[in-house]
Antibody
Framework: QITLQESGPTLVKPTETLTLTCTFS??????????VGWVRQPPGEALQWLAL???????RYSPSLKNRLTITKDTSKNQVVLTMTNMDPVDTGTYYC?????????????????????WGQGTLVTVSS | EIVLTQSPATLSVSPGERATLSCGAS???????LAWYQQKPGLAPRLLIY???SRAAGIPDRFSGSGSGTDFTLTISRLEPEDFAVYYC?????????FGQGTKVEIK
């Protein structure tokens, strides 16, 4: 079955760079149509999409955070890494990675929009000096 | 950029009653690009509905979705105790992906 697990520091200082790793199983990020994304949630607030990486290394970023985010993948390790620079207390929250699959083996476009169907449990990151 | 606005922010409902949650999009979106999630405290979101009206695997049929264009609705026909949670609508048609601000369904 598909599982995802986020890992990284629980506490970072303002201006530092955050590096989070999503380690997954049950699927391959080299399979056409598969993508992994990152979503965060400040305490008591709504979900916010951050970044997405496709099987072919195509990438998308939230326009408001684009200058601070980098998403990469290591297919051999079944991992996706998100880095966020210049962390600020407003970046405090739970960070989730999530899976989506266009199921394009059946002939549909591998870019067919699909929702996030499997999520990690999330990791709480606090930004404080 | 699509902005999703959910209403109401909080919905107080008694168990067994019907709950109707709304999600408005800032511009028309394809119904095949709209989903609903349920989130309970301390847990990750759970996919309920995709393509506006299709139930995800294992989701009870008391959950239904409808709508098109800019107006979408999630209906819970008879609230069970485990349904009290926060619900988010989600646009996944393309970058930037968007979430609504959520509707909390609480026990009346």
């Amino acid at each position: 079955q598909i599982t995802l697990q986020e890992s990284g520091p629980t506490l970072v200082k303002p201006t530092e760079t955050l590096t989070l790793t999503c380690t997954f199983s049950g699927f391959s990020l080299s399979t056409s149509g598969v993508t992994v994304g990152w979503v965060r949630q400040p305490p008591g607030e709504a979900l916010q999409w951050l970044a997405l990486i496709y099987w072919n290394d195509d990438k998308r970023y939230s326009p408001s955070l684009k200058n601070r985010l980098t998403i990469t993948k290591d297919t051999s390790k079944n991992q996706v890494v998100l880095t966020m620079t210049n962390m600020d207390p407003v970046d405090t929250g739970t960070y989730y990675c999530a899976h989506r699959d266009a199921h394009c083996s059946s002939g549909t476009s591998c870019y067919t929009p699909t929702p996030f169907d499997y999520w990690g449990q999330g990791t709480l990151v606090t930004v404080s000096s | 950029e699509i902005v999703l606005t959910q209403s109401p922010a909080t919905l107080s409902v008694s168990p067994g009653e019907r709950a109707t949650l709304s999600c408005g999009a800032s511009q028309s979106v394809s119904s095949t690009h709209l989903a609903w999630y349920q989130q309970k405290p301390g847990l990750a979101p759970r996919l309920l509905i995709y393509d506006a009206s299709s139930r995800a695997a294992g989701i009870p049929d008391r959950f239904s979705g409808s709508g098109s264009g800019t107006d979408f609705t999630l209906t819970i026909s008879r609230l069970e105790p485990e349904d009290f949670a926060v619900y988010y609508c989600h646009y996944y048609g393309g970058s930037p992906w968007a979430f609504g601000q959520g509707t909390k369904v609480e026990i009346k």
